[in-house]
Nanobody, 122 residues
Framework: QVQLTQSGGGSVQAGGSLRLSCVGATDSIRSMAWFRQPPGKEREAVAYIGSMGTRVYADSVLGRFTVSKDNADNTLYLQMSSLKPEDSAIYYC??????????????????WGQGTQVTVSS
């Protein structure tokens, strides 16, 4: 069983920055990801980090968001910059991509953080 505990988030004006954290990201976890769910919409992929440090981003956040993992602190991070109102959503961290699963598919991840709200005002 993996327990993921999120922190960070909040409210910020457009153009601002926020950092999300997800504790529980032990080095035995080979891959992790961040997803977000805007109001009334399906959960969507934001960023992925693999066991070898491979990073993949959704086109909508490429160049603005950075995913990283600190094995010493067992923490996954999402640094978000140049935030836009359309980035407003509940953000979730995820761990353990199922065999054969696609990182962009939220149904292929086994463990989830509790979610944290990010609100960007114009």
């Amino acid at each position: 069983q993996v327990q993921l505990t999120q922190s960070g988030g909040g409210s910020v004006q457009a153009g601002g920055s926020l950092r999300l954290s997800c504790v529980g990201a032990t080095d035995s976890i080979r891959s992790m990801a961040w997803f977000r769910q805007p109001p009334g919409k399906e959960r969507e992929a934001v960023a992925y980090i693999g066991s070898m440090g491979t990073r993949v981003y959704a086109d909508s956040v490429l160049g603005r968001f950075t995913v990283s993992k600190d094995n010493a602190d067992n923490t996954l991070y999402l640094q978000m910059s140049s935030l836009k109102p359309e980035d407003s959503a509940i953000y979730y961290c995820a761990a353990y991509l199922m065999n054969g699963g696609l990182w962009e598919n939220h149904r292929d991840w086994r463990y989830w953080g509790q979610g944290t709200q990010v609100t960007v005002s114009s």
